[in-house]
């Protein structure tokens, strides 16, 4: 039971159990990849590099073309609704700038002891009859005027804010002053 490579003059051979002893070139020559897909019954290719002028690696321009148009379609889609977003957002913080004014207009009226009227003319807020402040693209209406009271109790009311096709209203509840804002 030998089982190994051995030396046979100057050829070397593979001895094993229950098999005549073969040279390397022998068992190479019966178990050519050829003779090996003729016997299983499939298609030989010899896939030789060297009968090659390069290697072909990376991708065509095909498959480069199909991605860049996935992406080119995910940006399609995204890019409105994202910009859409944006444009919300910066109408939102214009319509918080007015809620908080108003929520200054409350306190000062209950810390200083003094009435204050908000009224709104031509799109433009008013304080005791004076420009409450330099609101850029906003339209306010009001449609009855709200009393902040030095006691600090409040009129309650509505404020109206048209911002970039966006809608926000400003509720002042009565008797306390809470300011809630949505949008519509």
Same mark, same amino acid.
Request: glycine share 8%; proline share 2%.
């Given at each position: 039971m030998s089982r190994g490579i051995g030396e046979s003059g100057s050829r070397r051979v593979i001895a094993r159990e229950g098999f005549p002893k073969q040279s390397h070139s022998e068992i190479l020559r019966i178990l050519h990849p050829k003779k090996v897909c003729d016997f299983l019954g499939t298609p030989f290719a010899l896939n030789d590099r060297s009968?090659?002028?390069?290697? *072909?690696?990376?991708?065509?321009?095909?498959?480069?073309?199909? *991605?860049?148009?996935?992406?080119?379609?995910?940006?399609?889609?995204?890019?409105?609704v994202s910009y859409s977003m944006y444009q919300r957002y910066q109408a939102s913080l214009k319509a918080e700038k007015v809620l908080t004014f108003v929520s200054a207009m409350r306190m000062e009226a209950f810390l200083y002891g003094q009435e204050r009227l908000i009224q709104a003319d031509d799109g433009k807020m008013l304080v005791n009859g004076n420009n409450a402040g330099d609101f850029k693209d906003i339209f306010i209406q009001i449609d009855q005027p709200l009393s902040f009271y030095k006691t600090g109790m409040?009129?309650?009311?509505?404020?109206?804010?048209? *911002?970039?096709?966006?809608?926000?209203?400003?509720?002042v509840q009565a008797p306390l002053g809470t300011l809630t804002m949505k949008t519509t």
């Open positions: 009968t090659h002028r390069f290697s *072909v690696s990376g991708f065509t321009l095909i498959e480069l073309l199909i *991605v860049i148009t996935i992406i080119g379609m995910m940006f399609a889609v995204s890019l409105p409040t009129s309650g009311g509505e404020i109206k804010i048209y *911002v970039d096709n966006n809608t926000f209203i400003i509720n």
